[in-house]
């Protein structure tokens, strides 16, 4: 299996890694075929995210991919940041290997389940978005 360096980077030297103690969306996903399980947390302070950490139990391109995710939503809006595709963290990674990509689409599940926590947390309906948080397909690669 070839990782590209950016994925070997992000794997061995991730970014913001941790928790969020004062985080007001947090978000966690898994995979039931790997096991592996992603956390997400986030602080957001008028609609922009000014913070966030990751928690990731699992593969070397789940962390990876976590890592990336983070520094793609830091900073932005909550609307920009449920733009946010796995296809989007895997380009900015270089890409990863076909049976690696159910780990960016649990980054990208991650964000949105901490999204959605946050909505909740605010009085707003989150179904638009945890509708769109479907079971992982394993098979789908
Ligand atoms: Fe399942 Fe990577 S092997 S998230």
Known sequence: MMYSEKVLDHFTNPR?????PDANGVGEVGNAKCGDIMRMYLKIEGEVI???????????AAIATS???????????????????????MEALDGLPPVKVHCSVLAEQAVRAA?????????IDP???VGTIQEIDHNAG
């Not at 966030?52 to 139990?57: C, G, L, P, Q, S």
């Open 16 to 20: 913001n890694v941790g928790e969020l």
């Open 115 to 123: 999204l959605a926590d946050y909505y909740k947390r605010q009085g």
């Open 127 to 129: 179904e638009p978005i």
């Open 50 to 60: 000014t913070d966030v950490r990751f928690k990731t139990f699992g593969c070397g």
């Open 67 to 89: 890592s990336m995710a983070t520094e793609m939503v830091k900073g932005r809006t909550v609307e920009e940041a449920l733009q946010l595709t796995n296809k989007a963290v």
